[in-house]
């Protein structure tokens, strides 16, 4: 049988835009060196969501196991994924015409580049920017490579570099994009749209400019009002948030 989730990642690379594959050799060169530098801040969030559907008298449960990409923010294990990816409750609900959605998240673990899987658990939720903060339960042996240092700030038409971790079927390994910022927005929370071709609509990846510097990662901005739009958090707003965190 065909690895399906590498020919997913496969086709969405084969339908960027041709000015999206024009880059320079610097430029190229310039994201070859930050995926080796910065490709194990991003790590994969193993877990089960519970679901229960209820409708009227009926109700229906499910386990559905999770793979999906995520940030460490400090070399602890505090990690921000999109709430959205591992919660859909809010998103769920919005899309059905009566009954109840509810989830609950369990066996969360962090899965790092370098093969280690660390029991994990939640520690702050924030809807409006679709964000969830997890640490390791148990501080890490070593510590993890984190997205740290000056955040990036782009502008519109910025080149930048999204990184993310395939599924278990692809090997865990680190996928480069780039992308190009297509829209600034400031008010009322500030964001970036980017060019979505070849990120294949994962959520939780950390997005970096050429000089390596954190730009953010994407979530569903707009919280649980109906469509949310994919989106890049910027990595200062995130970086506020999670002082709520650690207390600082």
Do not use: C, H
């Amino acid at each position: 049988m065909p690895n399906r989730s590498l020919l997913v990642v496969l086709v969405s690379a084969l339908l960027l835009p041709i000015a999206a594959l024009a880059q320079t050799p610097e430029e190229r060169a310039a994201a070859r060196a930050l995926a080796e530098r910065r490709g194990p801040t991003v790590v994969m969030v193993l877990a089960t969501v519970k679901t229960r559907l209820a409708a009227g008298s009926r109700e229906t449960m499910r386990d559905i196991p999770v793979q999906t990409n995520a940030t460490v923010l400090d070399a602890s294990g505090l990690t921000v994924m999109a709430l959205s990816s591992i919660e859909p409750g809010a998103l769920l609900q919005g899309g059905r015409r009566g009954g109840e959605v509810s989830t609950e998240t369990a066996d969360l673990r962090i899965r790092t580049g370098d093969d280690r899987e660390l029991p994990a658990r939640i520690v702050l939720r924030d809807a409006d920017l679709d964000l969830l903060f997890i640490r390791p339960v148990d501080a890490p042996p070593t510590p993890l490579t984190a997205a740290d240092g000056a955040a990036g700030t782009p502008v519109l038409m910025d080149l930048l570099v999204a990184l993310q971790r395939t599924s278990e079927n692809s090997g865990w390994r680190t996928f480069a994009s780039f992308a190009y910022v297509q829209m600034v927005v400031d008010r009322p929370q500030p964001f970036y749209v980017l060019s979505s071709a070849g990120l294949g609509g994962a959520l939780g990846f950390p997005v970096f400019d050429l000089s390596a510097r954190f730009v953010g990662i994407m979530a569903r901005v707009g919280g649980p009002r109906a469509n949310p739009l994919p989106a890049i958090v910027p990595a200062d707003d995130i970086r506020e948030i999670a002082k709520q965190a650690t207390g600082r």
